[in-house]
């Protein structure tokens, strides 16, 4: 039976390096994030991953920088002016290095913004980046410190954006080419790539001739700590469990039954901050009951969003009257509330011509169930007999696309936008046949106001453009409005200076630990 | 086995493959879902840029051009570029691939050495206490769902131990000179111990999860195997020419009843080289298995085909190499 002896040796050395003490590394100076999920890729030009921008933003930064209440401010470049209605120019901040060691000038700049607007400009692909910088016509070299941007139309909101678009360098892309910029990184931020472990971890160090960031986003200098470790663990539960073993310092999408143990715990702290990601319900808008504005309205009286928002989302969100955050531009803070009215509701459907009620289906894809579950109990304790149908995402999603011709009655939906500005959520969600207009609701009258703000430069103006059709939305109502969440993180007490951003990522920059 | 039946063999790979691949296509295009549409998410996009998005993506030509185009390119060992990482697909899988081993390795030692063992023992004191505990043991270790497993493991040993570590496969410091990729044997070559203990430390968990699991079904195989060889007739012989207990245990009941564990074990491995979704979410491991499934799920259709392909092709050779280890314990079977 020798062939059996020679594993005890192999299990005994095993019990031994395994039950020796641990020894994690107590380095002061080293961050480690418990993060949901991996970046696709390292490229800034060649994603549209939130989760991605998360780990890129360390390491590049880009002309303008939004401080955490949504303020534009000069982050590589000094300054910035809009000469015309389709011009922008901006002078660029000197002496700023790549992690190379190369100077940032106006070549990286214009490199960086043909890559993202021109076809075929990234090794024979276009990049998914490319409606982020809008009707961009041309990046213009006026001198080795400025530039010119050239719309090809009034585009209000091109500041707002442009912090999404981070600069790399010319010679260096050139050098690696598209595919080689996938897994290398050479950006100006505050951090530079020590290594990726595709589906592993990111590993970054402190970039030591940083010129500092933003000088309206303190403190201005070098990251504090020495390492950044970005941890994927893409499990809720052992993100938890990492952080409770002091494996890492934040982690994201902290769940919500988790909160007490670590509001309980000396050892760990809950961060949150508003999202931005709206939730609402989309009534099928296209077909009977809800092409009757008084089935819609009487739903909405029908959910008691507190109630949900409580017990369910443990009160880490704001009910909404309309679909985009109080933070947003353009938000109108005087709609009218649909409250919480079980008779109301009973009374608009019986106007409506449902004395006995009716019946539906609610299509919703798993992870939400428990939400929509106690949404369709509302509903149906109101008359509006809710069946809950569970369905895979993007299944459900493609079902959706066509409300004119799917013969469903109303799904459950989220829109996030990054930039806080109606025109992330409002128009793709609420304009005639836009991408993510799942109730089907078409009303030339918000086209109208919406398509005039999309060029309108004098921002009051445009501001009173959205409200206005934010208030008519919020009459018709086509959508069951429900509530905002907050974003949750799990964080060490040793963890000092960092605050969730309302942007969803997370930057390490003033980030230091004990 | 013959140089003819290898060859043989490998030809049979050849419309294994094939017919894989139709099934894949064909399966992965009548999902519903529009990969560009999942890539842009809720950004901002015009109706152009999604058009230049599905033209990137090959996604503008219709279905059969695209299988023939996919197929004349696999052929040629390119398998395009995976729609969300926009790297070659070949390249994005491979990454992935040492991990799964290592993973699948460590298990199947776990496995083996807990199920051969004790299926043995369980079949020769028959319905004695250690028999009813191996059945017991076995049947728990075949009920218990490896995500509720892996996360006990980590609240005792991670959490209140504190002596393993939660997710990753080595620490920052820790990493040494890639040569097989697999860290174990890595770090011996580099002649790294404190890696080889840091690799084993985070190994320890994701393979006990795996491998107790695999060792649950192994041991009841081998049980039953065992039971049925010591009833035979040639060990009442060899037991009349009065040859050693360990003897006739080893050598002639053992090896008989080994056919079949090696049958499960060579599946059961399959299944694991495939990558474990729910181990390697729970324990951060970077393998196969959380990537395929989030290329399912994003309807990444050149990752996901070029996947199963590789699948297939692991579970014929996998299959053959169960052949030869049967010709090597039973010279009976012939291949």
Redesign the interface.
């Known amino acids: 039976?020798t062939?059996?002896r020679s594993?005890i040796p192999a299990?005994a050395l095993?019990a031994f390096?395994?039950?020796?003490?641990?020894g994690?590394?107590a380095d002061a100076s080293?961050l480690r994030v418990?993060y949901s999920s991996d970046a696709?890729?390292l490229?800034p030009a060649?994603?549209?991953?939130r989760v991605t921008e998360g780990i890129i933003l360390n390491m590049y930064d880009a002309l303008l920088a939004r401080t955490d209440d949504m303020r534009v401010v000069p982050e590589l470049a000094e300054s910035w002016s809009q000469i015309n209605p389709t011009t922008y120019e901006f002078k660029l901040r000197r002496g700023v290095r790549f992690h190379s060691g190369d100077e940032m000038t106006a070549d990286d700049v214009k490199y960086t913004y043909d890559r993202l607007t021109k076809?075929n400009a990234m090794g024979g692909?276009?990049s998914?980046r490319?409606?982020?910088v809008g009707p961009l016509k041309d990046t213009e070299i006026v001198d080795k410190y400025t530039v010119r941007f050239v719309l090809r139309e009034p585009w209000p909101i091109f500041t707002a954006y442009v912090p999404f678009n981070q600069i790399v360098s010319k010679s260096f892309t050139e050098k690696v080419g598209t595919?080689a910029m996938?897994?290398q990184a050479n950006g100006t931020g505050p951090f530079k790539l020590v290594?990726w472990?595709?589906?592993?971890?990111v590993?970054l160090e402190r970039f030591a001739v940083y010129y500092g960031g933003s000088p309206d986003l303190p403190p201005v200098g070098p990251a504090r700590v020495d390492?950044v470790?970005f941890?994927?663990?893409?499990?809720t539960?052992?993100r938890v469990?990492?952080l409770?073993?002091?494996?890492v310092d934040i982690i994201d999408e902290l769940p919500h039954h988790a909160i007490k143990q670590l509001q309980a715990n000396p050892r760990t702290k809950v961060l949150a901050t508003n999202g931005t990601?709206s939730f609402f319900m989309p009534l099928n808008n296209t077909r009977p009951p809800f092409n009757d504005k008084r089935v819609r309205q009487a739903a909405n009286h029908a959910v008691d969003r507190k109630l949900v928002i409580d017990r369910i989302l443990s009160g880490l969100a704001v009910p909404l009257d309309g679909i985009i955050s109080p933070q947003s531009y353009g938000f109108n803070a005087n709609l009218k509330n649909y409250d919480y009215s079980t008779d109301k509701a009973k009374r608009l459907l019986a106007e409506a011509g449902h004395p006995n009620g009716i019946d539906v289906t609610l299509d919703v894809d798993n992870p939400f169930k428990d939400q929509a579950e106690a949404l369709a109990q509302m509903l149906t304790r109101a008359g509006i007999r809710t069946k809950v149908q569970i369905w895979?995402?993007?299944?459900m999603?493609?079902?959706w696309?066509n409300p004119q011709t799917n013969g469903r009655d109303m799904t459950f939906q989220s829109?996030?936008?990054g930039a806080l500005d109606p025109?992330?959520?409002f128009v793709?969600v609420l304009r005639t046949k836009d991408?993510?207009n799942y109730s089907g609701y078409g009303n030339p009258e918000v086209d109208k106001l919406l398509d005039a703000a999309n060029t309108e430069t004098d921002t009051a103006k445009r501001s009173a453009m959205y409200q206005q059709a934010q208030a008519i939305v919020n009459d018709e109502a086509p959508l069951i409005f429900l509530w905002l969440p907050q974003d949750v993180y799990g964080a060490s007490a040793r963890l000092k200076g960092w605050q969730p951003s309302p942007r969803g990522v997370i930057k390490l920059h003033e980030a230091a630990v004990d | 086995m013959t140089p003819l039946k290898l060859a043989e063999r490998i030809l049979q790979l050849v419309p294994v493959l094939l017919g894989i691949a139709v099934i894949a296509f064909v399966m992965m295009a009548l999902t519903p879902g529009d990969p560009v549409e999942i890539m842009l998410g809720d950004a901002r996009s015009t109706p152009e840029q999604r058009d230049a998005l599905r033209h990137d993506m090959g996604l503008d030509r219709p279905p059969l051009e695209r299988f023939f185009v996919f197929l004349g390119n696999a052929l040629s060992g390119d398998f395009g570029l995976s729609f969300f990482h926009r790297r070659p697909v070949m390249d994005v899988i491979l990454e992935r691939v040492p991990a799964t081993v290592e993973l699948t390795l460590a298990a199947l030692f776990i496995a083996l050495a807990t199920a051969i063992p004790l299926g043995v023992l369980a079949a020769v004191r028959r319905n004695g206490w250690l028999d009813r505990a191996a059945t017991i043991g076995s049947l728990l270790g075949v009920s218990l769902p490896g995500f509720w497993f892996g996360i006990l493991l980590i609240m005792l040993f991670a959490v209140h131990l504190q002596v393993l570590p939660v997710s990753g496969r080595i620490g920052f410091g820790q990493e040494v000179p890639p040569v097989t990729r697999l860290l174990l044997i890595d770090s011996l070559i580099a002649g790294r111990l404190d890696s080889f203990a840091a690799a084993l430390r985070h190994l320890i968990m994701p393979a006990l999860t795996l491998g107790l699991a695999m060792g649950a079904i192994l041991m009841r195989v081998t049980r039953t195997a065992m039971v049925e060889a010591l009833a035979q007739d040639y060990i009442v012989f060899a037991e009349a020419k009065g040859l050693s207990r360990a003897r006739i245990l080893g050598r002639h009941a053992l090896k008989n009843a080994l056919i079949p564990t090696v049958t499960v074990a060579a599946i059961e491995t399959g299944s694991l080289l495939g990558g474990n979704m729910i181990v390697e979410t729970v324990f951060g491991w970077p393998g196969l298995g959380r990537l395929v499934v989030e290329a399912i799920f994003a309807r990444n259709y050149p990752l996901v085909q070029a996947a199963v392909l590789l699948y297939a092709a692991t579970y014929v050779m996998l299959n053959f190499a169960a052949d030869l280890l049967y010709t090597a314990l039973n010279p009976r079977v012939r291949l």
């Open positions: 039976m062939a059996h594993w299990l095993a390096l395994a039950l020796a003490p641990a994690f590394p080293e418990g696709v890729t490229d060649n994603h549209r991953s076809p692909q276009t998914p490319q409606s982020l595919p996938a897994t290594e472990r595709r589906g592993d971890a590993i390492r470790i941890k994927i663990i893409p499990e539960a052992s469990a990492a409770l073993a002091g494996e990601r895979e995402r993007t299944a999603a493609d079902l696309k829109w996030g936008d025109v992330g959520i793709p991408r993510g």
